[in-house]
C-alpha cells in the first residue's frame, strides 16, 4: 500500500480559502461540548473541521444466480472511493498542520441525478497535541496525521491508558450470496434448520472483509485495532448483493505500563 504526499494532494480553491483563513485565528469542530473539553485535558487543541469528498460512478457487475462470490469490481470501487475521501480529508488536516483527526465519520450518500453515482465523505475534527509523546511524534509510522473513529470519552481513556492511535483501518467486501432453487427451497419449507449455502456465504464475506482490515493495520505496524465494527450495507444492490464492511481504530504503545483510572460514579442531577 502507498504512502499519499499529502503536499500534492489537490483541493478545491474554496477549502484552501476555509484552511488558511481559520489557520491559528479560530477552530471548527463536531465534536460534542464534553467530547471536546476530553480531547482538550488528552493533550490536544483542535484546529479545524476537515472533510474529504468523493463523487465515485460505481460500476456495474452481476453476480452468478446460483453461486456465492465475491463482486471484485465493487469491492474495489468501495475501497478506492474511501480512499479518496480520506486521503482529501488527511491533505486537509495536512495544511493545518495537525497531528491527528479525531472523531472521524465515514458515510455514504447515493445521488439521485445520477444512476449508480455515490458520494463518499469522510469528516473528522484535526488536532494538535500540546506536547509530543515519548515516541516522538503522534503522527503514525506513515508519517501520516493519525485518524480515529472513536467518540472523545473513548480516544481521553486510550491515551490516559498509554496508548495512541495509528489509523482508521478499514476492509470492504462487496459479495453476492447465491439464490436458492425452488427445490432447495421446497425442502426446508415450515422446518427449523440452517441454511449451509446462506451461512458459509456471510462468514466468508466477514472474513474477507475483516482480513483486509487487519492487513492495513499491519501496514501501520499496530499492536491491535479498537472499536471494532462490522457492518452489512445493502445500498442498491438488491437482497441478494451487499456489502460486508469492517472497520476500527488501530493502536500502538506510548509506554510499558498501561494505567487505566478506577471508574468512579456519576449521578447526573438533571430531572427526565
Known sequence: MSTPDLGSVPLPADATARLADGAGRLFTSDLSVNEFLLVRQAGFRPVGLVLGSSVYHVGIQAGRWSKNMELDKLSQAMYHARELAMTRMEAEADRLGADGIVGVRLEIEFKEYGNDLAEFIAVGTA?????????????????????????????WTLIQAGYAPLGLTMGTCVYHIAHRGMM??????????????????????RELAMGRMQTEAEHLDAEGIVGVQLLSLPHRWGGHTTEFFAIGTAVRSLRPDHVIQTPTLVLPLTDR
Open 127 to 155: 488536532v494538535v497535541a500540546d506536547a509530543p509523546p515519548p515516541t516522538g511524534t503522534w503522527r503514525n509510522t506513515k508519517r501520516l496525521p493519525f485518524t480515529s473513529d472513536l467518540s472523545g470519552q473513548d480516544f
Open 184 to 205: 432447495s427451497s421446497m425442502t426446508t419449507f415450515g422446518m427449523n434448520t440452517e441454511i449451509p449455502q446462506y451461512t458459509e456465504a456471510l462468514y466468508d464475506a
